[in-house]
């Protein structure tokens, strides 16, 4: 038979009842449970999160048969059975206030139908708090509290201040029942993407103990290097059969599209499981993580900020700024790090920053393959084939044709991004050659306004220079000044000098200088 594997599955009892493989984080869930009492973990989506809460919640309802051979079974003695109140905000698409009142409305009421209810009670908040009393005086046990995706409201609601306000006041009131019916509860746990705080649903939740960026707790989602030799060593050699490759080559290539997600400065790399799972399940590599869901929010904030994509390369911060969002903020990075889209890539202990940076190979391309239509002039369906035309020109030294389809990336630039032209300029340019640079070398400086790049294939080298409101010819003269072609003076290759020029009252590239080497 098959070997079954958990792709998509977060239901820990069913995980353990059909067979699935299991990669065992009982003995952590056994610390988390017994150690402190309210917690919050942030971690980038299909990363294990929902798993983990159920099988927190299969331990404090006491069934020990589902924990046997693991880690749990042989930690816990006494498997005291608690009362668990577990909501779920992943699965409803929220856009109106509504929306959420809804969700919070069915989970009472199932809730109420198991330990009461009180007339006196006015609304989900107060008879949340209601419920919590009851349960623990019935059980006469303190409650267990599971919330999955607490966020997912919020998330959905960037870019939309008016709901984001209807949101934030709803989860603040209803969340503030773990504050206030403290006497009642035993453990509460709440994941999600993202950490709003400041004036937002975590400004009343101060008990919560952040475990996002705690060693103790790295890998607690996810699968490590050793975990996957534990767990998955006969499917690596099936994955290098399959693929062609030797069991080394399978290694490395898992590492560089699924590994380097860092959540301390300390923590081992851990391997996205999503993904991860399925290249085993299937036989093949693929951007398994990154076509489940399309990043939306994150290409809203980055647009509505202007921000030039190429910082995304060298992003030096603090803690406090990778902690918490707040939602007034205009800074894009806390999202996209806590999203799963950076991770941290080092850390500087005397000024105590971070510097972050892409995970791995698959969130990097799937990151810029996402971005390219978002910002330039091109479908969804037909962004992959641009990106294949440009690097066939290249590689072929069709400098004009490459030209002229670079210009239709530019046609079309919408009237609101006007006044910031010169940022979206640089934006397109730099989400292309980052595109390319999978497949060609590409080397490149950047700055604000200007691109200084070298593409090189087997027969070409391309050295190009891009002004904005000035002439080719400034830029070809630039390249000749600074020796840009001097280290290809004996390169067997044809060396081209390219000067680009972009008109800001065309809004497009206005004239192009080439010449030979």
Same mark, same amino acid.
């Given at each position: 038979?098959?070997?079954?594997? *958990? ?5 820990? /009892?069913?995980?353990?009842? +059909? ?69 779920? @905000? ?8 509504? &929306?959420?009142? %809804?969700?919070?409305?069915?989970n009472v009421q199932n809730w109420e139908a198991l330990y009461g209810s009180s007339s006196g009670e006015i609304g989900v908040a107060r008879r949340f708090q209601g419920i919590i009393r009851r349960a623990c005086e019935q059980t006469g046990r ?10 997912? *409201? ?25 504050? &206030? ?6 453990? $509460? ?16 939740? %101060?008990?919560?103990? +952040?475990?996002?960026?705690? +060693? ?29 490759? &030797? ?25 996205? *499981?999503?993904? @991860?799972? %399925? ?30 994509? /190429?910082?995304? /390369? ?99 630039? *919408? ?56 002439? $080719? ?15 290809? $003076? ?28």
């Amino acid at each position: 038979m098959s070997k079954l594997y *958990p792709v998509g599955v977060q239901n820990f /009892e069913g995980l353990i009842h +059909d067979g699935y493989v299991y990669v065992d984080k009982t003995a952590q869930v056994y610390e988390l449970f017994n150690t402190n009492k309210y917690y919050f973990l942030s971690r980038p989506r299909r990363f294990g999160k929902s798993l983990l809460l159920s099988t927190i919640e299969a331990y404090a309802l006491g069934k020990k048969d589902l924990f046997k051979g693991l880690a749990l079974e042989k930690l816990e003695r006494d498997w005291t059975v608690y009362p668990v109140l577990h909501l779920d @905000l992943n699965t409803q698409k929220y856009d109106t206030p509504e &929306s959420l009142t %809804n969700v919070l409305e069915e989970n009472v009421q199932n809730w109420e139908a198991l330990y009461g209810s009180s007339s006196g009670e006015i609304g989900v908040a107060r008879r949340f708090q209601g419920i919590i009393r009851r349960a623990c005086e019935q059980t006469g046990r303190r409650v267990v509290i599971l919330i999955d995706e607490y966020d997912k *409201p919020m998330l959905q609601a960037i870019g939309n201040e008016a709901l984001q306000n209807e949101y934030r006041s709803t989860l603040k009131a209803f969340y503030g029942a773990l504050k &206030s019916m403290d006497g009642c509860i035993r453990f $509460a746990l709440l994941t999600g993407v993202t950490k709003f705080g400041k004036v937002s649903v975590f400004s009343d939740l %101060n008990n919560l103990m +952040d475990i996002s960026m705690d +060693d103790r707790y790295a890998e607690i989602c996810g699968i490590s290097e050793k975990e996957i030799h534990t767990c998955f060593e006969e499917d690596i050699h099936e994955l290098a059969s399959a693929t062609g490759m &030797s069991y080394e080559e399978a290694c490395k290539e898992l590492k560089t599209n699924y590994d380097g997600y860092h959540f301390t400065e300390n923590a081992i790399g851990m391997y996205n *499981p999503f993904s @991860l799972l %399925n290249t085993f399940a299937k036989k093949r590599f693929g951007s398994y993580w990154f076509e489940t869901g399309t990043p939306t929010y994150l290409v809203e904030l980055l647009k509505l900020h202007h921000f030039p994509i /190429e910082d995304l /390369e060298h992003i030096v911060t603090s803690q406090p700024v990778l902690d918490s969002i707040d939602t007034a903020s205009t800074d894009p990075i806390p999202v996209i790090y806590q999203s799963g889209y950076l991770t941290i890539k080092g850390y500087n202990r005397m000024f105590e920053n971070y510097t972050l940076g892409f995970p791995n190979r698959e969130v990097e391309q799937g990151f810029f393959k996402f971005l390219l239509p978002n910002y330039a002039s091109v479908s969804v369906s037909k962004s992959p084939y641009q990106i294949q035309c440009f690097v066939e020109e290249i590689m072929a030294g069709k400098v004009d044709d490459f030209f002229e389809r670079l210009k239709t990336m530019f046609a079309d630039i *919408p009237y609101e991004l006007a006044r910031d032209r010169e940022v979206h300029y640089q934006n397109i340019l730099y989400i292309i050659f980052k595109l390319m640079g999978f497949y060609v070398q590409v080397e490149y400086h950047t700055n604000r306004g200007r691109i200084d790049l070298v593409l090189q294939t087997q027969d070409y080298v391309y050295i190009m220079e891009f002004k904005l409101n000035g002439s $080719a010819e400034e830029a070809l003269a630039q390249i000749r000044a600074k020796g840009y072609a001097e280290p290809f $003076a004996k390169d067997k290759r044809t060396v081209y000098r390219v000067g680009v020029n972009f008109s800001d009252e065309i809004r497009n590239i206005q004239d192009i200088k080439i010449e030979t080497l």
